[in-house]
């Protein structure tokens, strides 16, 4: 044996053992063998330790329990941290059992047949370990019970060196078979303070040493969690992404004997190196059903219940288990990283199946209480809340996080170490966003009344601009995951207003207006929504460009084609719930407004159909008369106007009589009255004087 059986025996067995097995599970182990190999020049077997590894790493699964709920559930940290993938796990099985059958060959060799050097060369080589079955048999109050089965041999072929391979094949057709007594593997962590991983207890194991001789091994091994104060810095440094690598540490004393001879008791160690890729990451998950519903809590009253399940791409686990019921806590980003996360929900797992190769597929149960004050309350450096951040940012198709800890009541058929465990850390839950363009459709104004700025106003006063007033419809599309009772009670918004795709202004509606909502049951091929009605008064129209502006208000005088606005904004909704009372920010929703509908109104000012009422000449010239007049119209459109001041040409075959002028004049739909108007009588030339003259006659005539 050599002398320095530590790191050396184990450390070389490691990597012959998972060099012998098939390439996908020995090619990463064999290469960490080989590191520590070149650390330790001496060679012993990694039989125990490699086992204790495997037990680690399958202890790990069990005990992250945590980790395939949460994996499964909400991708639970354990699993990730120490479990890696799935090769990785499959390889720690085989390293299991082959660590304790080189052990045994190199200890019985080396001891009575051959030199040491020689001894771990066939050893590493020659083993073969081909697991057959993985399984968490019960968790226990400490850890887990596993289960492993597999087929053991030595395969003298795979040993490239004749003398080496003639030598073992003789030595071990002397001993026939070995023995290992019962034995405990602790895994630490060196580069954490040597912080202890877990424990594995394992039992006695006997194989056949002789080359090609088949050994079944199925037994039991009781695996035990360690400092989970530890695990949670591990988990830590994982998730904030300053795990690099990660250096794990077994050792043993293994008691070795083949028939009635004894070997003593043999100290052993193995070190592996995980790093890049061989570092877990976040399983992949698609959400396939989600479900947000009213339920009644005798202790509470009204509260929000979600249903949510999950299809987990299972790649990291070869495994087979149960994982029970699990709770945890939902939590929510606060106003700023070094606030403590807001709770926002209770959730539970229901029993999740893991199988080998197969898609956990994972039933979640929440409620939501009540919405803390924390979580709607504006934050004081921004004008939104950590709720309005986390919908807004689900609601523009970001990805927005929730976080997930387990929670601080656990089942009551949770072992302590796993409750434990789950409470000492916090995982980040990505989901991706959902994008709501169509979610507020069919918005329009009724009984629209436009009021035109004064021309005498200061510039950039409020008298100086545009007012609209009306009554805004929208229907509200429900998502197909919402089945509560929701109301609109005010809304808001900002609102970009174009005309022939160019941008005329801006509608301020931040003040908030009363809205009235009416679900509407899905019919034909529409689905569910809410009708939303709300009034706006004198909103005022911030005109960006004048010129498309004018363009406007000559289309409208004189037009003969109906008139579009195209109305883009971003509606803030308060809503109430059996939550209580909140506020959806930043909607997205875009509609038209018809003007001057063409069937009504035929687009120009003939359809007004003036008349003058009454006429009362208030003071002559030699060439002019000024006139007063009560004026008649009708207004065949559904809109209605206020216009401060208005100067109109009076033409007559194309000669200029004079103009006429009105101010403050509010044009409603249907017949308007007496709308006061001045008119100077001014022909612009003898010819108009002459035309005049005979339209004055006709009149008096």
């Excluded at 499959?90 to 059992?97: E, F, K």
């Excluded at 979610?439 to 409020?462: M, T």
Aim: glycine share 6%.
């Amino acid at each position: 044996m050599s002398d320095n059986d530590r790191t050396p025996l184990l450390a070389e067995e490691g990597a012959g053992s998972s060099s012998e097995r098939p390439p996908s599970q020995k090619s990463k182990l064999s290469n960490h063998s080989k590191r520590s190999n070149r650390a330790d020049n001496s060679a012993e077997s990694t039989p125990l330790l490699l086992r204790d590894n495997d037990h680690r790493d399958y202890g790990d699964a069990p005990r992250s329990t945590g980790p395939p709920s949460s994996a499964s559930s909400l991708r639970s940290l354990h699993d990730g941290i120490i479990g890696g993938k799935g090769k990785r796990l499959t390889r720690w099985t085989t390293v299991l059992a082959v660590t304790i059958l080189c052990l045994i060959v190199i200890a019985i060799l080396g001891l009575g047949f051959a030199a040491p050097a020689v001894v771990e060369q066939y050893a590493k080589q020659a083993a073969v370990f081909e697991p057959t079955n993985l399984s968490i048999d019960s968790f226990t109050s400490s850890g887990v019970r596993a289960r492993v089965q597999g087929n053991f041999m030595m395969n003298a072929s795979k040993v490239r060196t004749k003398s080496v391979r003639d030598l073992g094949r003789a030595g071990t057709r002397l001993a026939r078979a070995a023995e290992t007594k019962r034995s405990k593997v602790n895994v630490i962590l060196p580069e954490y303070g040597n912080v202890l991983l877990g424990m594995a207890d394992v039992p006695p194991i006997v194989v056949d040493i002789r080359n090609g001789h088949v050994t079944h091994l199925d037994f039991i091994t009781e695996l035990t969690a360690g400092d989970v104060d530890g695990i949670r810095r591990i988990a830590k440094d994982w998730l904030d992404g300053r795990l690099s690598q990660l250096r794990v540490e077994g050792t043993a004393d293994v008691g070795v004997k083949s028939g009635i001879f004894g070997f003593g008791t043999q100290t052993i160690s193995k070190e592996m190196v995980f790093s890049g890729q061989e570092l877990p990451v976040f399983p992949k998950y698609d959400i396939t059903r989600m479900n947000f519903h009213e339920i009644d809590i005798p202790t509470v009253g009204k509260a929000m219940a979600a249903d949510v399940s999950l299809a987990l791409v299972n790649d990291y686990l070869p495994v087979t288990f149960d994982v029970p019921p699990l709770a945890f806590d939902v939590l929510v980003q606060g106003c700023s990283p070094e606030e403590p996360y807001i709770f926002l929900a209770d959730a539970t797992t229901g029993d999740i199946e893991v199988r080998p190769k197969k898609d956990l597929i994972v039933d979640v149960g929440g409620i939501v209480r009540q919405l803390p004050d924390t979580l709607i309350q504006t934050c004081p450096q921004s004008m939104k809340s950590p709720m309005d951040v986390l919908l807004g940012n689900y609601m523009n198709g970001k990805e927005a996080t929730i976080y997930v800890r387990g929670s601080e009541t656990p089942l009551p058929n949770t072992p302590e170490w796993i409750a434990e465990l789950m409470e000492s850390v916090t995982v980040p839950l990505p989901f991706p966003g959902h994008t709501f363009d169509n979610l507020i459709r069919n918005f329009s104004l009724a009984d629209v009344h436009f009021g035109l700025p004064s021309p005498f106003a200061e510039p950039d006063s409020p008298e100086a601009q545009p007012r609209i007033s009306a009554v805004v419809k929208a229907l509200v599309g429900l998502p197909e995951e919402m089945n509560f009772p929701i109301d609109v009670s005010r809304v808001r918004a900002d609102a970009d207003v174009f005309y022939k795709k160019q941008k005329l202004g801006e509608l301020d509606l931040k003040r908030w207006q009363t809205a009235n909502s009416t679900l509407v049951e899905a019919h034909d091929q529409n689905p569910r929504g809410l009708a939303v009605e709300s009034i706006i008064k004198d909103a005022p129209l911030k005109v960006t460009d004048n010129d498309v502006f004018a363009d406007l208000v000559q289309a409208l005088v004189f037009s003969d084609k109906t008139l579009v606005l195209s109305v883009k904004a971003a509606v803030d909704v308060e809503t109430e719930t059996a939550l209580g009372k909140f506020v959806v920010r930043e909607i997205p929703a875009e509609g038209k407004v018809f003007i001057l509908d063409l069937a009504l109104s035929g687009g120009n000012m003939t359809s007004f159909s003036p008349e003058v009422g009454s006429l009362r000449i208030l003071e002559t010239t030699a060439r002019t008369i000024l006139l007063k007049a009560k004026v008649n119209i009708t207004n065949p459109t559904d809109y209605s106007a206020t216009v401060p001041y208005v100067d109109i040409l009076m033409l007559n075959n194309g000669s200029v009589l004079g103009h006429a002028t009105a101010k403050g004049v509010t044009v409603r739909p249907g017949p308007n009255r007496d709308i006061k108007v001045k008119a100077l009588w001014e022909p612009a030339d003898f010819k108009a004087e002459a035309v005049g003259r005979e339209l004055l006659s006709q009149y008096v005539s």
